[in-house]
């Protein structure tokens, strides 16, 4: 079992947690996921590395509360634990040689964006991050990313924060007046990576989208987390999760995407009435 070392709720819709990891810590990088259950009879969530601390053994994860799975992930407290942490799974970003890179995040997809800034930052890349969220109340990591960005754009669909707007449009901006950037690496909705790739494509730019569809067990061998690229068959489990988004098929995604939602809904309605009649 592993620890929940910390809890924050960073809006109302979205909790980090650190959690006692030491052998995923140890080998963990920045695109990397790892799967967690919360308890013996949960279960198995997907989760992108927000970030992890070798020294300490530790791995941060962050999560949307969508469904029953992860209201009851939420439901644990500092000092509690989770039954199983497995990872780090998948292939780690490539950043190696990268040089001047936008970083497009949208909403909780801005988790696993900010280690992959972070990392490029660290390597001497200058990173243009470009968020986006609602409105200001959904608002995470704004000071994480203002520290590891040479340039950060907040947009907000209300306007409550930084510009409004799509985070598109300053993309767009930046590359029609010439910026040039070694690659577009963009993380959030489905509907907003395919429309950053439309974008890109009008300039050419490589563009990499890290795809997080339907998984269970994380090795490939379920065939939940399929997906259409370039015409070929690619699991996100262990062909990526990040891939190159000229070539991903993202209406099927989408189509695929959505097929569990009423009965994610349904789940989560009974375990919430479940916690509460508990509490």
Do not use: W
């Not at 690496?185 to 050419?204: E, H, N, R, S």
């Amino acid at each position: 079992m592993y620890k929940i070392v910390k809890k924050q709720v960073l809006n109302p819709t979205v909790t980090r947690m650190e959690i006692e990891a030491p052998l995923v810590a140890k080998k963990a990088k920045a695109g990397q996921f790892i799967i967690i259950r919360a308890k013996d009879d949960s279960e198995r969530i997907p989760l992108t590395i927000a970030g992890y601390d070798r020294d300490k053994g530790t791995v941060d994860i962050i999560f949307q509360i969508v469904g029953a799975a992860t209201e009851i992930l939420n439901s644990l407290n500092e000092n509690d634990y989770v039954q199983d942490f497995v990872g780090p799974l998948g292939k780690a970003t490539e950043i190696e040689g990268l040089k001047k890179v936008a970083v497009v995040g949208g909403g909780v997809g801005c988790a696993i964006a900010y280690p992959v800034a972070k990392a490029l930052h660290e390597q001497g890349c200058e990173v243009t991050s470009i968020v986006g969220f609602r409105n200001k109340d959904l608002i995470i990591l704004e000071d994480e990313f203002k520290a590891v960005s040479s340039d950060y754009i907040l947009m907000t669909d209300d306007g409550s924060a930084g510009d409004k707007g799509l985070v598109t449009e300053p993309l767009d901006k930046l590359l029609a007046a010439g910026e040039k950037f070694d690659e577009v690496i963009t993380i959030g909705p489905l509907i907003m990576m395919k429309f950053v790739v439309a974008t890109t494509k009008k300039y050419d730019v490589k563009t990499i989208v890290s795809m997080n569809p339907i998984m269970v067990d994380g090795t490939g061998m379920c065939g939940g987390c399929r997906l259409t690229v370039g015409g070929e068959t690619k699991f996100a489990c262990v062909d990526g999760p990040d891939f190159d988004g000229f070539l991903v098929d993202f209406d099927e995604a989408m189509a695929r995407g959505s097929v569990y939602k009423p009965f994610e809904t349904k789940a989560r309605e009974e375990t919430c009435n479940l916690l509460n009649a508990k509490a």
